[in-house]
């Protein structure tokens, strides 16, 4: 995806991790995609399950890593569905299509690990969000996307 950089921040704990995913939870609503890419461990899933905890406003709630079942689904307070997908495991770009995520992307968020792996023109627009880890176990965290409107939207974000 032919994306710009929009944001650039630093995590240096967990903690930052989820208080950024919890900041951009507020800001999302149905349609909206997450691809969240980055190493293995580099940090997507605990984004994720903070993002989704905060919408469902449950900060226990069980959010397991889709790595097995790779698509996981959730309804938040208003109604609006958040499917939390992990396509590390998918064989074939094709078989998105099986895990329902073709009518997700336009009915609910989605938030989606490894999105290199569905069709390439599923994610145009998502908000890309790429985690590298620092020399001192922090995480880099990088907003981009090709569609524009999400700088305004992301505006206030971090301090
Ligand atoms: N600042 C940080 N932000 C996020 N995670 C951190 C941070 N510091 C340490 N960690 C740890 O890094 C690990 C990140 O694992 P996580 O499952 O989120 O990675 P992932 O990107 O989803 O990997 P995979 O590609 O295997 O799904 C967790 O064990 C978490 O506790
Ligand atoms: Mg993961």
Redesign the pocket.
């Known amino acids: 995806m032919a994306a710009t950089v929009l944001l650039e921040t630093d ?4 903690a ?2 989820a208080s950024l995913a919890a900041a951009l939870a507020a800001r999302l609503r149905a349609g909206d995609m997450l691809a ?1 890419t ?12 903070a993002f989704i905890r905060a919408r469902l406003g449950d900060a226990d709630a069980e959010v397991p ?1 889709p ?1 097995f079942t790779l698509v996981q689904s959730y309804e938040d307070g208003d109604g609006v569905e958040i499917w939390h997908a ?1 396509l ?1 495991r998918l064989s074939e770009p094709e078989e998105a299509y099986e895990l329902g995520l073709d009518d997700a992307r336009e009915a609910g968020i989605c938030l989606i ?2 999105p290199d792996r569905m069709p390439a023109d599923w994610w145009q627009g998502a908000l890309e969000i790429t ?1 590298t880890i620092g020399g001192k ?3 880099h965290v990088r907003f981009s996307s090709d569609d524009a409107a999400w700088a305004g939207r992301l505006q206030g974000l971090v301090a």
């Open positions: 995590c240096p704990t967990e930052a991790t969240l980055g190493d293995l461990g580099a940090g997507k899933s605990t984004f994720a399950r890593s790595t992990d590390y690990e490894w985690f176990g922090e995480r």
